[in-house]
């Protein structure tokens, strides 16, 4: 049996690509090592939008803080709460670090915007 890494769905092994999700599917013995990998992992933060999880995954990254996005946005349906929101994980003893960086990012914004404003 093959699943979907986004959704969670199980397909036949002739199936390689998740039609919901568009991504290609991996093996049970790859989804328990993936899980394995990610289970001392914390929220470090959450987005309400992709291009801004982007941008908070790019800075912890230039910072040298590996992380991830878990997206749990679902596409059909807009849904609010937890199952709403897209998370940035970091490893447990990643997490002040990553907290500092996105700390930093936001009033480096700040800055940017009263800047412009002229403030």
Not at 55 to 72: D, G, P, R, Y
Request: include cysteine; charge should be negative; aromatic fraction near 6%.
């Amino acid at each position: 049996m093959h699943i979907c890494p986004e959704c969670g769905y199980e397909y036949k092994d002739s199936v390689s690509k998740c039609p919901d999700c568009n991504v290609q599917l991996i093996t049970k013995k790859q989804k328990e090592e993936k899980e394995k990998r990610f289970k001392d992992w914390e929220v470090a933060y959450t987005a309400d939008t992709m291009y801004e999880a982007e941008m908070i995954k790019s800075n912890l990254l230039s910072a040298e803080v590996e992380c991830v996005i878990l997206n749990q946005k679902d596409r059909s349906f807009q849904v609010s709460g937890d199952l709403g929101i897209i998370k940035i994980m970091v490893p447990k003893d990643k997490v002040s670090e990553a907290l500092v960086v996105i700390e930093n990012s936001d009033s480096n914004d700040d800055d940017e915007i009263e800047e412009d404003y002229g403030r």
